[in-house]
């Protein structure tokens, strides 16, 4: 199995590992696998993306990932579980996806705030998607569309950037509908984060289904 890292920018690095005998009901546990594993001494952080492959005929392991904050009170963590992608979960040219369960506060210690990521899987061209957002009667709250570069990954805050203004800092709760309207296909999620404690949870978006 190979794993590649791909950074939102060019750090001046390529970052590949390979898995080599991992054995049917056997498991690999990597802690912080980014800074461990990836990035070379003189990057000290980075974002972006994991692009996992098999060699050969050989097929792919089960895939978890868990992302955290360091509870200083506590001792402890919390954080999200990030799922891995697979072709079944991504959004096809003319095709939507739905994320329920979306919240937004106006106000940035109380409340939640969500972002979106999206991530063109397509290596050879541009792909354009939109972004909408609906209130919990459907209404539109607001949209915008966006293109992304081959390979690009892009995890904007759903406010700031579909522009929606709330006039209360209790929290809108609603949907976010994410529209592939050239090339793709598209991989997106949401990121709900508590405002108070920065716990956040992963959303990712359902593909519509065609009956």
């Given amino acids: 199995t190979n794993v590649a890292y791909i950074p939102t920018e060019d750090e001046g690095f390529l970052a590949t590992m390979t898995l080599h005998n991992i054995q049917p009901g056997t498991a690999r546990y990597y802690v912080d696998i980014l800074p461990n594993e990836f990035l070379p001494g003189w990057v000290d952080s980075s974002m972006g993306y994991f692009v996992i492959t098999g060699v050969g005929d050989s097929k792919l392991p089960s895939i978890v990932a868990r992302t955290y904050n360091k509870d200083v009170a506590s001792g402890g963590t919390f954080g999200q579980n990030i799922i891995a992608f697979q072709n079944k979960n991504l959004i096809l040219e003319g095709s939507e996806g739905y994320i329920p369960g979306v919240a937004v506060s106006a106000d940035s210690e109380t ?82 984060i508590d405002n108070g404690t920065q716990d956040p949870i992963q959303i990712p978006a359902v593909p519509a289904i065609e009956w």
């Fill in 111 to 192: 409340g939640f705030r969500t972002n979106i990521g999206l991530l063109n899987t397509n290596e050879t061209s541009l792909s354009q998607v939109r972004v909408s957002v609906h209130d919990e009667g459907g209404n539109l709250g607001g949209e915008a569309e966006i293109w992304l570069e081959p390979g690009q990954f892009y995890q904007p805050n759903l406010v700031d950037r579909l522009g929606i203004v709330i006039g209360s800092p209790e929290p809108i709760y609603g949907s976010v509908v994410i529209e592939v309207l050239y090339a793709g296909p598209v991989a997106a999620y949401a990121s709900v």
